[in-house]
């Protein structure tokens, strides 16, 4: 299968620090790819130059055969690669619905149209539909400030996908949620993604949740990607082991795969 | 959600209702209601400015350009009164258009302050003009209708007549802008602009629409005050204080309701002509304590009092 995103030689840096060296990564259809590394390894670095957030320094971005490096974020969204963050990014003082809502209706027009009522009986429906697939209905009426953390990740995950993107990126969906909580939120996130077979790339550090949902890994360290490979071999790297893993193995915490290794 | 749009039928009844009682008005109720209908065109561009979070303290630049712009055109022996106000609002909205490109990028007290100075270069260049009377400004000639030109008491009848009728077409435009989807990324733009782009669409190109959309309001408000009052000069139509009665008056109204930013244009007039009249050397006071007033007890402004009112009926 042809690979749907491709990056080659990305580089940048900062003031003369490194945020990005030597990135290549394919990315094909289907794909559900963990990525880890400690903080400042550069994951969200990467996340923001393939969503057009950051310029890269050099090197190339394709997706589906076409150059998107230094288009805006906008654009980027509308050839359909859409992203969540890390700190939940919605509209704070609206309800769950309005949220939704405007996403949709940003999503769905363009142009003159915009010119249409924001609110219709059509728009209202797949509102509604979508507020089912990411099993947040109950808080419809909820202003988004007083949402329960994880529901705030949901309807920020919601949002970026109601464009029904083909490359979704998401940073850190569990950041910020208690562990008994995490694999529900994942498991409604990935029920949802996989009825549209969206490709998914996202930034972790529960190695649990990794081991869960993800068929390959990109093991990030200072800029670099040091390893690419499927999840059980990923997690036996040494190099990831040293640099990734390091402080969940000494503490203890060793991640199951390492433990069968 | 209802079928009709109340806030429509409202504009209607009340267009209706004002056209009836231009007939019946004295001289100087019709004055007060040019004015406000002047004034309330623009406070009701920085309502559609504020309901994103921005606020321009500048806004006399658009206002004093629309008003001089028409003022110009009489002079040069153009006095449709039609064509007056069309050029004001496109010349306004031009140069709103223009400066946008600029402004779009600034948010809260710089925006705030950028159109601020801009309006005052408008105002520095004015009051250095001669060929424009300078500090005095100029005459502007009694506008006519598509050839008609009224005599006597006809000459105000038929001007708010005109404006009313332009006023309706605005405020429902302005209206439906609002409840349109364009219109309605303004929340989403105060909260959350990083997440607009993320969702297809640039924050900025809407936040320069909506700068546009108040330049025409402001260039119309300048054409109908020029017409109202038969006289430009740069103190009453581009000096920073006529912002900040633009502000006031988007102050006292709240962002609620299109029909709110007339009815706080009108008590603006109101306060000012009567403490004016009863209190010349204290007026500003009193402008300035109504304002306290209003930020104190009605932070959301008048409109507020209906909703207030509603919910003590149960």
Redesign the interface.
Same mark, same amino acid.
């Not at chain 2, 231009?22 to 209601?33: A, D, H, K, Q, S």
């Given at each position: 299968m042809a690979a749907i995103l491709e990056v080659d030689n990305l580089q940048k840096s900062f003031d003369g620090v490194v945020a990005a060296k030597d990135i290549h990564v394919s990315v094909e259809a289907d794909e559900i790819i963990g990525i880890i590394g400690a903080n400042g390894a550069g994951k969200t670095t990467f996340i923001n130059m393939v969503?057009g957030y950051l310029a890269p320094s050099a090197g190339s971005i394709r997706f589906q055969g076409r150059d998107i490096r230094g288009l $805006?974020?906008?654009r980027i969204?509308?050839l359909g690669i859409?992203?969540s963050?890390q700190v939940s990014?919605?509209?704070?003082?609206?309800t769950v619905f309005d949220n939704l809502l405007?996403?949709f209706?940003?999503?769905e027009?363009g142009g003159l149209?915009?010119?249409? $009522?924001?609110?219709s009986?059509a728009r209202a429906d797949r509102v509604g539909t979508h507020l089912e697939r990411y099993q947040i209905a109950d808080y419809g009426d909820v202003i988004a400030a007083n949402l329960p953390q994880g529901v705030r990740k949901l309807l920020d995950i919601a949002?970026?996908t109601?464009?029904r993107p083909t490359l979704l990126l998401l940073d850190e969906p569990t950041s910020g949620i208690s562990t008994e909580e995490k694999f529900e939120l994942m498991d409604i996130i990935m029920a949802a993604l996989k009825q549209d077979r969206t490709t998914v790339l996202f930034i972790e550090h529960d190695m649990e949740i990794v081991e869960r949902y993800v068929g390959r890994v990109l093991a990030f360290y200072q800029g670099e990607i040091i390893c690419d490979a499927p999840t059980a071999e990923a997690m036996r790297d040494p190099r990831v082991l040293e640099f990734v893993l390091g402080q969940e193995y000494h503490a203890g915490h060793r991640p199951s795969g390492a433990r069968n290794a | 959600m209802a079928r009709y749009d109340r806030t429509l039928i409202g504009l209607a009844l009340a267009f209706a209702l004002l056209m009836a009682a231009n007939f019946l008005m004295p001289e100087w109720v019709r004055f007060i209601g040019l004015q406000t209908l002047a004034r309330g065109a623009v406070a009701l561009g920085l309502l559609v400015l504020w309901r994103t979070g921005l606020i321009s303290f500048g806004h006399a630049l658009y206002f004093g350009w629309g008003a001089y712009t028409a003022a110009l055109l009489t002079r040069a022996g153009i006095t449709d009164a039609f064509v007056l106000t069309v050029a004001a609002t496109l010349s306004a909205g031009l140069l709103a258009l223009l400066l946008g490109f600029l402004l779009r990028r600034y948010r809260a007290i710089f925006f705030a302050l950028l159109n601020m100075a801009f309006s005052m270069i408008l105002y520095g260049a004015l009051v250095k003009t001669e060929a424009l009377g300078s500090t005095d400004g100029f005459g502007v000639a009694s506008p006519s209708y598509f050839g008609f030109a009224p005599e006597g008491e006809a000459v105000t009848t038929t001007l708010f007549a005109f404006s009313l009728t332009l006023t309706f077409v605005v405020v429902v435009g302005v209206h439906l802008y609002l409840r349109s989807t364009l219109g309605g990324l303004t929340l989403a733009i105060r909260e959350n602009e990083i997440r607009v782009e993320y969702l297809g669409y640039s924050a900025e190109r809407a936040i320069h629409i909506k700068y546009v959309i108040s330049g025409l309001l402001a260039g119309f408000g300048g054409a109908v005050m020029a017409m109202a009052i038969g006289q430009v000069d740069p103190d009453s139509m581009a000096l920073w204080t006529v912002s900040g009665e633009f502000v006031f008056i988007t102050v006292l109204s709240g962002t609620g309701s299109v029909a709110a930013t007339y009815v706080g244009a009108l008590v603006f007039e109101l306060i000012r002509t009567y403490a004016f009249e009863y209190a010349p050397h204290v007026w500003q006071l009193i402008l300035g304590g109504s304002l306290l007033a209003i930020i104190m007890f009605l932070p959301e402004g008048l409109w507020s009092l209906r909703q207030r009112l509603a919910r003590a009926k149960g």
């Amino acid at each position: 299968m042809a690979a749907i995103l491709e990056v080659d030689n990305l580089q940048k840096s900062f003031d003369g620090v490194v945020a990005a060296k030597d990135i290549h990564v394919s990315v094909e259809a289907d794909e559900i790819i963990g990525i880890i590394g400690a903080n400042g390894a550069g994951k969200t670095t990467f996340i923001n130059m393939v969503t057009g957030y950051l310029a890269p320094s050099a090197g190339s971005i394709r997706f589906q055969g076409r150059d998107i490096r230094g288009l $805006p974020p906008r654009r980027i969204t509308q050839l359909g690669i859409c992203r969540s963050f890390q700190v939940s990014q919605v509209f704070m003082s609206e309800t769950v619905f309005d949220n939704l809502l405007t996403a949709f209706a940003i999503a769905e027009v363009g142009g003159l149209a915009l010119l249409r $009522p924001l609110f219709s009986a059509a728009r209202a429906d797949r509102v509604g539909t979508h507020l089912e697939r990411y099993q947040i209905a109950d808080y419809g009426d909820v202003i988004a400030a007083n949402l329960p953390q994880g529901v705030r990740k949901l309807l920020d995950i919601a949002m970026a996908t109601v464009r029904r993107p083909t490359l979704l990126l998401l940073d850190e969906p569990t950041s910020g949620i208690s562990t008994e909580e995490k694999f529900e939120l994942m498991d409604i996130i990935m029920a949802a993604l996989k009825q549209d077979r969206t490709t998914v790339l996202f930034i972790e550090h529960d190695m649990e949740i990794v081991e869960r949902y993800v068929g390959r890994v990109l093991a990030f360290y200072q800029g670099e990607i040091i390893c690419d490979a499927p999840t059980a071999e990923a997690m036996r790297d040494p190099r990831v082991l040293e640099f990734v893993l390091g402080q969940e193995y000494h503490a203890g915490h060793r991640p199951s795969g390492a433990r069968n290794a | 959600m209802a079928r009709y749009d109340r806030t429509l039928i409202g504009l209607a009844l009340a267009f209706a209702l004002l056209m009836a009682a231009n007939f019946l008005m004295p001289e100087w109720v019709r004055f007060i209601g040019l004015q406000t209908l002047a004034r309330g065109a623009v406070a009701l561009g920085l309502l559609v400015l504020w309901r994103t979070g921005l606020i321009s303290f500048g806004h006399a630049l658009y206002f004093g350009w629309g008003a001089y712009t028409a003022a110009l055109l009489t002079r040069a022996g153009i006095t449709d009164a039609f064509v007056l106000t069309v050029a004001a609002t496109l010349s306004a909205g031009l140069l709103a258009l223009l400066l946008g490109f600029l402004l779009r990028r600034y948010r809260a007290i710089f925006f705030a302050l950028l159109n601020m100075a801009f309006s005052m270069i408008l105002y520095g260049a004015l009051v250095k003009t001669e060929a424009l009377g300078s500090t005095d400004g100029f005459g502007v000639a009694s506008p006519s209708y598509f050839g008609f030109a009224p005599e006597g008491e006809a000459v105000t009848t038929t001007l708010f007549a005109f404006s009313l009728t332009l006023t309706f077409v605005v405020v429902v435009g302005v209206h439906l802008y609002l409840r349109s989807t364009l219109g309605g990324l303004t929340l989403a733009i105060r909260e959350n602009e990083i997440r607009v782009e993320y969702l297809g669409y640039s924050a900025e190109r809407a936040i320069h629409i909506k700068y546009v959309i108040s330049g025409l309001l402001a260039g119309f408000g300048g054409a109908v005050m020029a017409m109202a009052i038969g006289q430009v000069d740069p103190d009453s139509m581009a000096l920073w204080t006529v912002s900040g009665e633009f502000v006031f008056i988007t102050v006292l109204s709240g962002t609620g309701s299109v029909a709110a930013t007339y009815v706080g244009a009108l008590v603006f007039e109101l306060i000012r002509t009567y403490a004016f009249e009863y209190a010349p050397h204290v007026w500003q006071l009193i402008l300035g304590g109504s304002l306290l007033a209003i930020i104190m007890f009605l932070p959301e402004g008048l409109w507020s009092l209906r909703q207030r009112l509603a919910r003590a009926k149960g």
